[in-house]
């Protein structure tokens, strides 16, 4: 088999979540050790730091990666979902997991994962470790794919465990109540494993603290111990400037308001991602890695360009001002929506589509309603039909046109455009990710 064919073996063997939704899922670590013990344990052979939680895991590990990467580290870095490419999952400093290697190991091994039946993250995990060991990485990213304690990447025994946030996210699978998110979330906790916690509430601060104390684990609230002073926005090319207690002034390619919060009483604007990653790194110094802030500022001002990472926040062009952003949940949204209401513009024109399984509801009534929206939906069976999605948005006055794909609906709202509004695209990573691969096709 070619790549392409290899690739899409991988699709229709494996259940992949992101197509089919909750048939895709598979419950339990079953699987995921058997393949484990089959290859030989290979996540043991490096170091690793593994991320859970409901929004920012993804720029966190990136952002990590790159840090990692820049003190010369050779780093691997496993996320998900990918955009464009299969490959973009699976990277060592910044650079995808290679044609061949897939092609060998599907060629190779399918003769024992085939009577197995993994779903398609249970084998992209297998592959991932394999490929880090093989390559021989000092140290491996890991990101959660859902949940934690029974997530297939909480076989590893990592140096620093990390949980960016709760929100409801995956309730079908995860709990219908925050506290229970927190359990699920916090079974990647370790024995005797630091472990920082990005952000808490009341519901979840509890379970965070008694799951640490089970285990002897320390643990790390990062936002009682804030390390930005203010953080400021630039607004021409979306990067974010902060200044910090420890580490002088951090300039961010990754900026937004996506991880925003605000502190009343002092009247503080924080950067919860940039807080956690501080504290990640005080964390690592500790324990022995060599990191020199000269890496630090290094990794936040070229993260992109570093690891590769799309979709946050990203600029796309200006006159008009066209954004894209992965955001695809009630608290994701909640950012995102300040951010919009952030931008200067003569006309907003938002370009929606979403997921069905997500809360439809919570994310449309965050959205601006002085905004035309281009409704439209991915290529995934998962897609929210376009004119469902206009119907309930109507219900929050929300209103615009709908489109069968997101390359019509981008085109008509940039034909509609003129170079003062400003252009958003997203709802799902998947609509993300065909925005995307249409850009680079033209």
């Known amino acids: 088999m070619n790549y392409e064919?290899?690739?899409e073996y991988l699709y229709n063997s494996a259940p992949l979540f992101q197509n089919i939704g909750k048939d895709g899922y598979k419950e339990g670590l079953y699987?995921?050790?058997?393949?484990?013990v089959h290859f030989g344990h290979p996540h043991k052979?490096?170091?690793?730091?593994?991320?859970?939680?409901?929004?920012g895991k993804g720029s966190c590990a990136h952002t990590l990666a790159a840090i990692l990467q820049a003190a010369g580290l050779r780093t691997g870095l496993y996320t998900s979902p990918h955009l464009k490419s299969f490959r973009e999952r699976i990277r060592i400093n910044g650079q995808p997991l290679p044609e061949n290697y897939i092609i060998k190991f599907v060629k190779e091994e399918r003769s024992f994962f085939e009577p197995l039946h993994p779903s398609f993250f249970e084998l992209t995990t297998a592959l991932a470790f394999k490929y880090f060991k093989d390559e021989k990485v000092d140290i491996a990213v890991i990101e959660t794919g859902m949940g934690g304690r029974i997530d297939c990447t909480n076989i590893i025994r990592p140096i620093l465990s990390i949980i960016t946030n709760i929100s409801l996210d995956h309730m079908q699978f995860l709990g219908s109540t925050l506290e229970q998110i927190a359990k699920e979330k916090a079974g990647i906790i370790k024995d005797k494993t630091p472990i920082i916690i990005g952000e808490s509430t009341p519901e979840t601060l509890s379970i965070f603290e008694q799951t640490a104390s089970k285990v002897h684990a320390s643990i790390v609230f990062a936002e009682d111990y804030p390390q930005i002073i203010e953080s400021t926005s630039n607004y021409n090319d979306g990067s974010r400037d902060y200044r910090t207690v420890s580490l002088g002034t951090l300039h961010g390619e990754l900026g937004g308001l996506?991880?925003?919060f605000t502190i009343q009483f002092t009247y503080v604007t924080q950067e919860k991602n940039t807080n956690t990653i501080i504290h990640a790194i005080i964390e690592l110094r500790k324990i022995g890695l060599k990191i020199t802030d000269e890496n630090i500022y290094s990794g936040f001002s070229n993260v992109c360009k570093l690891t590769g990472l799309q979709g946050r926040w990203?600029?796309?062009s200006d006159n008009p001002t066209v954004v894209c952003d992965t955001g695809h949940n009630e608290g994701g949204f909640v950012y995102i929506s300040k951010q919009l209401k952030a931008q200067t513009y003569k006309k907003l024109r938002i370009v929606l589509g979403m997921v069905s399984d997500k809360d439809i509801r919570a994310v449309l009534s965050l959205l601006p309603k002085n905004a035309i929206y281009y409704f439209t939906k991915a290529h995934i069976k998962r897609a929210l039909d376009e004119k469902d999605l206009q119907q309930t948005a109507e219900q929050f006055d929300l209103n615009g046109y709908c489109y069968p794909n997101v390359k019509e609906a981008y085109q008509a709202a940039l034909r509609d455009s003129t170079n003062n509004d400003f252009i958003f695209v997203g709802g799902s990573s998947y609509i993300v990710a065909d925005f995307l691969s249409f850009l680079s096709q033209n």
């Open 31 to 36: 699987n995921t050790q058997a393949l484990d």
């Open 258 to 260: 996506c991880q925003e």
């Open 5 to 7: 064919e290899t690739i």
């Open 314 to 316: 990203q600029k796309i």
């Open 45 to 55: 052979a490096y170091q690793t730091i593994h991320i859970a939680g409901t929004n």
